[in-house]
């Protein structure tokens, strides 16, 4: 069964501080999705990573893939408030038929 | 935004009554999946659909049903719901191509049984 696990569940932290939140597996994986979710909205898709080692940057946020494709980062630069949200990894299956897995999210509050 | 609606957005039933929610599309994406959102579980994928009268089962599809006539319409049935589908349920659509697999969701429909 292929599981994604993320970390930090909770995250807490000043504006202007760097964080970085990981997503991890011990299955390889073709791609995997970063959404954010807004409190009573649906997720919102920020970034696809597709090759090994591939980085993507979106203003202030930086987006990896690692080498093996087993695992993912979000790192954010000089947080904002409007940062502040819960972050959820996401892996299509093996099966081929377009279904997704989740991780189970970090929330992220960003404090002014 | 894509043109995802969800009816109702808040329900409260009682324990061993039906259910049915719905999703609306205007996108003719031909993917439509149900998930639910549980505290410490993320989204958990419980059915999904990939053309008219075309569906599957997810990982948490037990106690839930599906019926897709339409293709902008994807209802969700709990055929006599139990307390521990107090839940916040999202469907989301999509339209897989060699460079897009983007899932637009829709607002969620906030759900309690009693």
């Known amino acids: 069964t292929q599981l994604l696990e993320q970390s930090p569940q909770f995250l807490s932290i000043q504006e202007g501080e760097n964080l970085t939140v990981y997503c991890n597996s011990s299955?390889?994986?073709?791609?995997l999705q970063w959404y954010r979710q807004e409190p009573g909205e649906g997720p919102v898709l920020l970034v696809t990573?597709?090759?090994?080692?591939e980085v993507k940057k979106l203003k202030r946020l930086t987006f990896q893939f690692g080498d093996a494709r087993k695992d993912s980062s979000l790192h954010i630069t000089a947080a904002q408030p409007g940062d502040t949200g819960l972050y959820l990894c996401?892996?299509?299956?093996?099966?081929?038929?377009?279904?997704?897995?989740f991780g189970t999210g970090t929330r992220l509050k960003v404090l002014a | 935004d894509a043109g995802i609606t969800q009816s109702p957005r808040h329900k409260v039933t009682e324990t061993g009554t039906p259910v049915t929610l719905r999703c609306h599309q205007t996108?003719?994406?031909?993917?439509m999946y149900w998930y639910r959102q549980d505290p410490g579980h993320g989204l958990r994928l419980i059915h999904y659909?990939?053309?008219?009268?075309?569906?599957d089962k997810g990982e948490v599809s037990d106690g839930y049903s599906v019926s897709r006539s339409k293709t902008e319409d994807f209802l969700l049935t709990l055929e006599s719901a139990t307390s521990s589908q107090t839940s916040v349920y999202f469907c989301a659509i999509s339209e897989p191509g060699p460079s897009t697999d983007t899932q637009y969701f829709g607002p969620g429909t906030r759900l309690t049984v009693l």
């Open positions: 990573v597709v090759t090994g080692g």
């Open positions: 299955s390889v994986f073709s791609s």
């Open positions: 996108e003719n994406h031909r993917y």
């Open positions: 996401a892996g299509p299956t093996s099966s081929g038929t377009y279904k997704y897995i």
């Open positions: 659909s990939y053309g008219v009268k075309d569906t």
